[in-house]
């Protein structure tokens, strides 16, 4: 073995030293909200398919105070990987060309949280509409 | 010489990632509202809005059938893809145990989705 110890840079904490690197560690960590929350759903269809008193603990279960607050953080947290989604759109799609302009990013960004607020009115209406 | 290149598998998982973090994007905060707050809590819908009848009948709506298993599994493989990509910036080497362990469990969701979903009949 080599006597030899070259220095190595510390990594440990490194995204912590700048405000650019948290924003990224959060809105790259939204995936284990993302992740949650499906594991939760596929719970449901599983308790759905097992039956009627299967579905019905799974729906105790969401009623839990823990649950609840789960839920509220992952609400908050999706609703934030919604934001940096389309915030981050225009530099992750190939360029638009309209009329000989490139689509601004503004126009980008602005176009995709209005679909993201006309598909939760449409889904609000929609599970409305078959639940009552 | 001119062996054909060898092609990457990547372009599948970075497209189900692109179609999950959409999909999540466009409905996952309305989703968590509905069946994580609004439901339980007993707001703005009926105390029995997710019966089992009413779901059991969701479910096995192709329609529905379709819409839950796009829901589950596209969610898992967005999040899989990402937190896979993300092991290394937290110091973990993202070699192929951590890409079994990512994409398979993705992978084993959608199956468990899938099987879950078909025993409901339609």
């Known amino acids: 073995m080599s006597k030899r110890r070259p220095y190595v840079r510390p990594m440990a904490g490194w995204w912590r030293k700048n405000p650019f690197f948290i924003e990224y560690m959060i809105h790259e960590g939204t995936a284990l909200f993302v992740a949650a929350y499906a594991l939760v759903l596929l719970a449901g269809l599983v308790c759905l398919a097992l039956g009627e008193a299967a579905w019905n603990g799974w729906l105790g279960a969401m009623k839990h105070p823990l649950v609840i607050l789960f839920h509220l953080v992952t609400l908050a947290m999706i609703a934030y990987h919604s934001w940096t989604w389309f915030k981050i759109m225009p530099k992750t799609m190939p360029p638009v060309v309209i009329g000989g302009k490139r689509l601004s990013a503004a126009m980008i960004t602005g176009g995709g949280l209005a679909a993201v607020a006309l598909a939760s009115l449409l889904a609000l209406g929609l599970f409305w509409g078959m639940t009552r | ?122």
């Open chain 2, 1 to 122: 010489m001119n062996r054909p290149l060898k092609r990457s598998n990547a372009p599948i998982f970075w497209g189900l990632f692109g179609a999950g973090g959409m999909l999540s994007a466009l409905l996952g905060p309305v989703l968590v509202l509905i069946t994580g707050l609004a439901v339980p809590m007993g707001l703005l819908f009926g105390a029995d809005a997710m019966s089992y009848a009413n779901m059991l009948a969701f479910a096995q709506h192709w329609l529905g059938k379709a819409f839950l298993f796009a829901i589950v599994s596209l969610f898992l493989w967005h999040a899989g893809h990402r937190i896979f990509h993300s092991l290394h910036d937290v110091g973990i080497h993202a070699g192929p145990g951590a890409k079994a362990v990512c994409y398979g469990g993705a992978l084993l969701g959608t199956v468990i989705a899938a099987l879950s979903l078909l025993s409901m009949g339609f």
